[in-house]
């Protein structure tokens, strides 16, 4: 069974960092494209950040000078660095990757930005 377990969000202060995660069970991260996403309730999901199998990254304008996604490969996991957060950022976070031609979305973790 293919999974993306989301872990790492939390309450955080305007201005403050968070690190959340992406462990892959069943599945090899380290070869193939991952992306973070997030989703506010109601609203369409959001690409954010991806990294290909070679290391390389892409970032959505609105977060390309704060957000930082990486891969840990002997852990087979990647996280997404996020720094100077803001109130608008609160929202849940999702993994996501593509295996055998079929798209896999871990549950999201809740990244919640307030004083």
């Known amino acids: 069974q293919i999974q993306l377990v989301e872990s790492g969000g939390d309450l955080v202060k305007p201005g403050g960092p968070l690190r959340p995660s992406c462990v892959g069970r069943g599945i090899d991260l380290s070869d193939r494209t991952v992306d973070w996403y997030r989703r506010a309730p109601g609203k369409r999901r959001q690409l954010l950040a991806s990294?290909?199998?070679?290391?390389?990254?892409t970032y959505v304008d609105s977060v390309k000078d704060r957000f930082t996604i990486s891969r840990d490969n002997a852990k087979n996991t990647v996280f997404l660095q996020m720094n100077n957060l803001k109130p608008e950022d609160q929202d849940t976070y999702l993994c996501h990757a593509i295996y055998n031609w079929q798209d896999h979305w871990g549950q999201g973790t809740q990244v919640t930005v307030s004083s």
């Open positions: 990294i290909r199998s070679g290391g390389k990254t």
